[in-house]
């Protein structure tokens, strides 16, 4: 059974600093998303990571993707308080004959503090 | 047209109602997918439809009954509903080339609460 583990899963950080949120999974999976969600809405695609050293920033977000060691990154840089949200990751994998589904990791809900 | 819509956008259902949930998109996708969301919680996947075919249901209760009437459109149809499902329900759509499915795009959702 896939298991995903995202940390931290609480995040409190000063505007402009930098900072990191973690995915772990464990199962061999190619393909890894992440998502932000701000309170009470549905979920935004914010990337998609497609293959091993896969790299793809967006303003002051950059998501990376190691495969090997089963691990993606969500960096921040110079936070501001309208990236306060919750942060999901979710990883691709096969289920019951071919179809495919996405586990996601427990989130991090991220405050940016003045 | 890269848009997932759900009908309704907030739902009060007594326990021995019946609604229905309803989940629509042009995008020509083939892949459609039923999740619950509590809150602070991730979305929990319920069903996936493939080609109009029940691919997954992850153990759901039978109170809980999904529809795929055609390619563009996912009915979620609910009886004798629990307060406990209360919930963030959201439909997701997603490209299948090759029997794999790709990138899924979410809808806002359907605010649901069972009184």
């Known amino acids: 059974e896939l298991k995903v583990e995202q940390n931290p899963l609480f995040l409190s950080m000063q505007e402009g600093k930098n900072y990191t949120i973690y995915c772990n999974y464990s199962?061999?999976?190619?393909?890894l998303y992440w998502y932000r969600q701000d309170p009470g809405k549905s979920l935004e695609s914010l990337f998609v990571?497609?293959?091993?050293?896969a790299v793809k920033q967006e303003g002051r977000l950059m998501a990376s993707l190691d495969t090997k060691a089963r691990l993606s990154t969500l960096h921040i840089t110079a936070a501001v308080h309208d990236l306060s949200a919750t942060y999901f990751c979710?990883?691709?994998?096969?289920?019951?004959?071919?179809?495919?589904?996405?586990?996601f990791g427990s989130g991090t809900q991220l405050t940016v503090l003045p | 047209d890269t848009e997932v819509t759900q009908t309704p956008k907030h739902l009060v259902m007594g326990m021995t109602n019946k609604k229905s949930l309803k989940c629509e998109q042009h995008?020509?996708?083939?892949?459609m997918y039923w999740y619950k969301q509590k809150a602070k919680k991730p979305p929990e996947l319920m069903f996936v439809?493939?080609?109009?075919?029940?691919?997954i249901n992850e153990s759901v209760p039978s109170r809980f009954s999904p529809e795929c009437p055609n390619s563009s459109l996912l009915n979620l149809h609910l009886h004798a509903l629990q307060p406990e499902d209360s919930a963030l329900y959201l439909c997701?759509?997603?490209?299948?080339?090759?029997?794999?499915?790709?990138?899924?795009?979410f809808g806002p959702g359907t605010r649901l609460t069972v009184t």
């Open positions: 990571l497609l293959s091993n050293g």
């Open positions: 979710a990883v691709d994998s096969v289920s019951s004959g071919s179809a495919r589904q996405l586990t």
């Open positions: 439809y493939s080609y109009e075919k029940l691919s």
């Open positions: 199962t061999t999976s190619d393909r």
């Open positions: 995008m020509g996708h083939r892949a």
């Open positions: 997701a759509s997603s490209q299948v080339l090759f029997r794999r499915a790709y990138e899924q795009y």
